[in-house]
């Protein structure tokens, strides 16, 4: 079990142990010794997991709840995401180009109004 994985199950089974996966927010304690200890928890998981956890933080109105919660989450996400491209499903292209359509939509409400640039290859 790698760091990352460790983090996250040591979050969720902290959160599911004290009946706070299905909580509310507003039911919440966002200064209380429990929201100290979620926070701490969270942080080292956000490194691991590469996410700015103040930004998240902040975000959720400094509710270390909501900021575990979405944490996990966002984890279990890129989890399923990394399954497709182990199992074939999904491929990097081979150059950026491939990757990415440029396309532009200039709507001008009338002749005089003036042009958006041509979009300019990445």
Do not use: C, W
């Not at 299905?22 to 010794?33: I, L, N």
């Not at 199992?87 to 042009?115: C, F, T, Y």
């Amino acid at each position: 079990m790698d760091d990352l994985e460790a983090r996250y199950k040591e979050l969720h089974s902290y959160l599911s142990r004290s009946k706070l996966l299905k909580a509310g927010p507003e039911r919440f304690d966002k200064t209380g010794p429990v929201a100290t200890f979620i926070r701490k928890l969270s942080r080292a998981f956000a490194k691991s997991l590469g996410v700015d956890f103040d930004a998240v933080d902040r975000l959720t109105g400094k509710n270390a709840l909501l900021s575990a919660k979405i944490l996990l989450s966002h984890y279990r996400r890129l989890e399923r995401y990394h399954l497709f491209f182990a199992e074939g499903r999904v491929q990097l292209p081979s150059k950026l180009d491939d990757a990415v359509m440029i396309a532009s939509i200039n709507v001008h409400p009338s002749p005089s109004a003036p042009r958006l640039p041509p979009p300019q290859k990445l």
